[in-house]
């Protein structure tokens, strides 16, 4: 039986971050999330199997900055390919974390295969991803996120927690919204031009409002 | 494929700006990639599902990158829920897909391919994706270049099918 929630993980996360980008799983933890730690560096809810492939463009796109995903044991089984990607990849900067409450929760609770033998922290070594942790409590957790930051290669913790105690609500932006609200985080933190300005300049008998 | 259409392709890529470069191995690259891979002004990542790679292009163009995934036919039907799913929760994210067209008109080679290659305009056309066809290496260098306008002009994905033989 866990006896970790995934809150506890996250506002563990939360008293380390400064200006790292995060992208969270769909479901709970985007809830959660949301609710610890709102900012424009997150970018919430990408579709199942997506927050660690996504987290990943991101670190090889910004080396020099610390990406981290907030993903879950549903979402990394649907898309386990990634793995040998990060293992040959191998960014320093990306950190997977892997909230495995060992269901569907979303669903309403069937078990999903971590809930037996299956173990995602295991498939990520095999993958070749170096530093890799299966923590059931928070000092571990902790303990294992520490090293992360400190660790050179990527690492992935995956986090046996129960299922969900906290009812937290949606956070009140779409995706679009969201999209936008974090690529201009990254345009103004990384002083980078992302978001295609006209080419032509307005008439000049026309004045912008 | 020949080293003149290698060339082509190099050149069209970078009058496009493309500087990160998703591909799945096939057959018909097997000249081009190696080329892609050593060229310094790409970061190329090889990936192993085709739905993987347009995802972490994504992740790549909100990194400020300018990502083109080169790839087989079947890519669409494997990223057709990625490409969706991008779409659906963000509004599209900006990426150049290469895709080669083998299993299309006149494709001698193989019933096997014509699978992939029926699917392929007709998930783009679902996907409400623009795209062309082009069966001519002359015209590719500039085709790759209004590609690449297509997809910073709608700030969604844009596909150029290729032809089968000429181009590989």
């Known amino acids: 039986m866990n006896v970790m929630e995934s809150y506890d993980c996250l506002e563990s996360l939360a008293k380390r971050v400064t200006d790292e980008l995060i992208v969270t799983n769909l479901g709970s933890v985007a809830r959660e999330w949301f609710h610890i730690k709102d900012r424009d560096g997150n970018l919430y809810r990408p579709y199942m199997g997506h927050p660690t492939p996504l987290a990943l463009g991101l670190a090889l796109a910004l080396p020099h900055r610390r990406v981290v995903a907030i993903d879950g044991d549903g979402s990394l089984l649907l898309g386990l390919s990634v793995l040998p990607v990060i293992g040959a990849q191998n960014p320093s900067n990306l950190i997977v974390i892997v909230i495995d409450n060992e269901t569907y929760e979303a669903t309403g609770g069937p078990a999903s295969f971590t809930a037996g033998r299956a173990d995602l922290a295991g498939m990520a070594r095999a993958a070749g991803v170096p530093n890799t942790w299966l923590v059931r409590d928070l000092p571990a957790f902790d303990g294992a996120l520490d090293a992360a930051y400190r660790g050179n290669g990527t690492s992935l913790i995956a986090a046996k927690v129960k299922p969900s105690t906290r009812r937290v609500g949606y956070a009140p932006l779409d995706g679009p919204e969201n999209k936008y609200r974090f690529v201009r985080y990254v345009e103004r933190t990384e002083k980078l031009n992302i978001l295609k300005k006209p080419k032509k300049a307005l008439p000049q008998d026309v004045k912008p409002r | ?168």
């Open chain 2, 1 to 168: 494929m020949k080293e003149e259409t290698v060339q082509i392709f190099l050149r069209g890529l970078k009058r496009a700006g493309i500087d990160f470069i998703v591909t799945l191995p096939f057959t018909q690259a097997a000249r081009l990639l190696p080329a892609l891979a050593k060229e310094p002004s790409f970061k190329y990542v090889q990936v192993n599902n085709e739905g993987d790679g347009m995802v972490i292009a994504a992740g790549a163009w909100m990194g400020g990158k300018r990502p083109a995934l080169i790839v087989e036919n079947t890519a669409l039907c494997l990223g057709a829920y990625a490409l969706a799913g991008l779409d659906g929760m963000y509004g599209g994210m900006p990426m150049l897909l290469l895709v080669d067209h083998r299993g299309s008109y006149g494709d001698g080679g193989g019933y096997w391919y014509f699978a992939g290659g029926q699917m392929a305009p007709v998930i783009l056309d679902g996907l409400k994706i623009p795209y062309t066809t082009i069966d001519n290496p002359a015209g590719l260098e500039e085709a790759i270049v209004r590609g690449q306008a297509t997809v910073e002009a709608s700030s969604r994905p844009a596909a150029l099918l290729m032809g089968c033989t000429d181009h590989w």
